[in-house]
């Protein structure tokens, strides 16, 4: 059973920046793991996703704004928002997906609320 607590979540103007820190209770080398962002009346959407490779994707509406990092000796993983939007606004939620076939589990975190004002 894995863990994860968010953390870096705020209020930041437009243009501004912010990094989410999502820190693990356990090993997480060999998992995929990813944000994931959700905003009041809309459906939870993926933002950015890390392979255990190292492989990054990115939704479009924040390729180029955002990065996504991990530090496997750390069990943590980030996400570096630049260029904050008000459309960033949501919680952000960060998820690792463990796949030992025919075995799936994921793990997510209980989310850390980013608000951009205009």
């Known amino acids: 059973q894995v863990q994860l607590v968010e953390s870096g979540g705020g209020l930041v103007q437009a243009g501004g920046s912010l990094r989410l820190s999502c820190a693990a209770s356990?090993?997480?080398?060999?998992?995929?793991v990813g944000w994931h962002r959700q905003a009041p009346g809309k459906q939870r959407e993926l933002v950015a996703v890390?392979?255990?490779?190292?492989?990054?994707n990115y939704a479009d509406s924040v390729k180029g704004r955002f990065t996504i990092s991990r530090d496997n000796a750390k069990n943590t993983i980030y996400l570096q928002m630049n260029s904050l939007k008000p459309e960033d606004t949501a919680t952000y939620y960060c998820?690792?997906?463990?796949?030992?076939?025919?075995?799936?589990?994921?793990?997510w975190g209980q989310g850390t609320q980013v608000t951009v004002s205009s």
């Open positions: 356990g090993s997480i080398f060999s998992f995929n």
């Open positions: 890390i392979t255990s490779g190292g492989t990054t």
């Open positions: 998820a690792a997906t463990s796949v030992v076939l025919p075995n799936i589990r994921n793990y």
